[in-house]
């Protein structure tokens, strides 16, 4: 028992300066989360649509790995809308807070597309992953023409 | 197969409106690619730290949450720092690309703990989950004292 309070005691040592650093000081920012979430996914994405679009040649495996990364930060995101609006610099609509049962499931939507192309992206179908990602964009756009300002 | 092509086309008007918007227009930036991954990942940390530091009380759902979406972003990191140092405001120091395999051993480490404590928090003992939670914690820091600036 006595071993296993020094360890928490270390624990803590640790914890602390690794939290300090990971938040710089500054408080939790619903905005910076979220953004940060879809800057994330955006540069995982836009791989994957050259490969579709033939801009650069198709790597089943590359591919695969990206999807899941979207997949993957896809289910983070609804923590960074929780509570709001929140203040701050964003392009979220407050269309978003007066709608939350629409808006959750669009955002569903997206996160269970994307883990569908992640899944069909194993297989290596060019045919069904080509299909698999246009109906993970439909999803990205239909939240983004309701609740995304140009 | 002119259905498959229409749909192709269908597919590229929609992706490319996606990607302008997940872009805003900026190049992709590794440092904000990376700061948008540690950043996730201590809105993440946080709470398991004050859940183990009795600072709030253990919520065995919440805390498998926060540790599934630490282990989930871990994997996504290397690619921030893939071809640098990189220019921008940045914590990173230079010897991350002097000691590329250290450095690698070090993310490793911590996806591989992260991952474990995952996988752990989903059994809900507490000793245990505090355990992990202290080398998760350790990995987080060997990486900081070596390769980030205070």
């Known amino acids: 028992?006595?071993?296993?309070?020094?360890?928490?005691?270390?624990?803590?040592s640790l914890a602390i300066p690794v939290l300090a650093l990971a938040h710089n000081g500054d408080h939790a920012d619903p905005v910076r989360y979220r953004q940060s979430g879809y800057y994330l996914i955006g540069w995982h994405f836009a791989p994957m649509a050259a490969m579709i679009k033939?801009?650069?040649p198709m790597d089943?495996?590359?591919?695969?790995?990206?999807?899941q990364f979207v997949a993957d930060i896809a289910r983070v995101l609804p923590e960074g809308?929780?509570?709001?609006?929140?203040k701050g610099k964003t392009d979220a609509k407050p269309e978003i807070w007066k709608n939350p049962g629409d808006f959750a499931d669009k955002m569903k939507a997206f996160q269970e597309q994307s883990a569908q192309l992640a899944q069909i992206a194993q297989g290596g179908?060019?045919?069904?992953?080509?299909?698999q990602f246009i109906?993970?964009?439909?999803?990205?756009?239909?939240c983004h023409d309701d609740y995304r300002k140009d």
């Open 1 to 12: 028992m006595k071993r296993f309070q020094q360890a928490l005691v270390f624990a803590f």
């Open 54 to 56: 033939g801009e650069r």
């Open 60 to 67: 089943a495996k590359d591919f695969a790995t990206h999807a």
């Open 81 to 86: 809308f929780a509570n709001g609006p929140h």
């Open 125 to 131: 179908d060019a045919a069904q992953i080509k299909g």
């Open 135 to 142: 109906k993970t964009a439909e999803t990205c756009k239909a």
